[in-house]
Structure formats: structure tokens, C-alpha cells
């Protein structure tokens, strides 16, 4: 069982800047996957961005070019830098965490809020 927490959410004008953090615990090695995830008010669940155990990344064409996810080099902390942030960001962002692929199994934290207007 793997314990997430997230941080570093907030309110910031369009065009502003936030970063995320996740710090994961409990059952955690290198061979995991870990993501960012975000629920907007109405809408479904989406992935926003992942990296696998090989620092190889992903990101929802929407925020590419704007976002960066990264990990430490033990895989046990997570980020997610959000640059000119729109209003269409606004949500409630999850980091996430899957060893046998996001179909199968996923660890979430409790969610941080970031909103832009």
C-alpha cells in the first residue's frame, strides 16, 4: 500500500506559475510509475502528465510546452511545474501512482486545488 501526499496548490493569476509536490511512502520502489492527474467541477477525471521508472514522460497534449513533471532520484517524490497557467487548468490535480499500468491499479493522494482566474 502506497500513502501520497500532495502539496503546493493554490490560486494564481492566468499566466502565473505553481509547483507541485508529492511525497509518497509505504510500499514504494523503483519499477513504479507515478503521474498527475486533474478533476475540473462536472468533468471526468484526466491525465495530465506521467513518468515511468526510466524518467521517460507524458503529457496531455494541452499542457504541453506548460508543464514539467519530475521525480528524485529514489522515485519517492513527485512534481508537477505548471507554468502560464490558464483558467482552463483550474482543478483539483492528484498525484497518482501504478506498478502494473493505470488500468490495473493506482494509489491516489488526497488532491490539491489549483485554481486560476
Known amino acids: 500500500h502506497v500513502q501520497l501526499v500532495e502539496s503546493g496548490g493554490g490560486s494564481v493569476q492566468p499566466g502565473g506559475s505553481v509547483r507541485l509536490s508529492c511525497q509518497a511512502s509505504?510500499?514504494?520502489?523503483?519499477?513504479?510509475?507515478m503521474g498527475w492527474f486533474r478533476q475540473a467541477p462536472g468533468k471526468e477525471r484526466e491525465r495530465v502528465a506521467e513518468?515511468?521508472?526510466?524518467?521517460?514522460?507524458w503529457y496531455t497534449e494541452s499542457v504541453k510546452g506548460r508543464f514539467t513533471i519530475s521525480q528524485d532520484n529514489d522515485h519517492t517524490n513527485l512534481y508537477l511545474q505548471m507554468n502560464n497557467l490558464k483558467p482552463e487548468d483550474t482543478a483539483m490535480y492528484y498525484c497518482?501512482?501504478?506498478?502494473?499500468?493505470?488500468?490495473?491499479?493506482?494509489?491516489w493522494g488526497q488532491g490539491t486545488q489549483v485554481t486560476v482566474s
Open positions: 497518482a501512482v501504478s506498478f502494473m499500468g493505470w488500468a490495473l491499479d493506482v494509489s
Open positions: 513518468i515511468d521508472a526510466r524518467g521517460g514522460t
Open positions: 509505504g510500499h514504494t520502489d523503483s519499477t513504479h510509475m
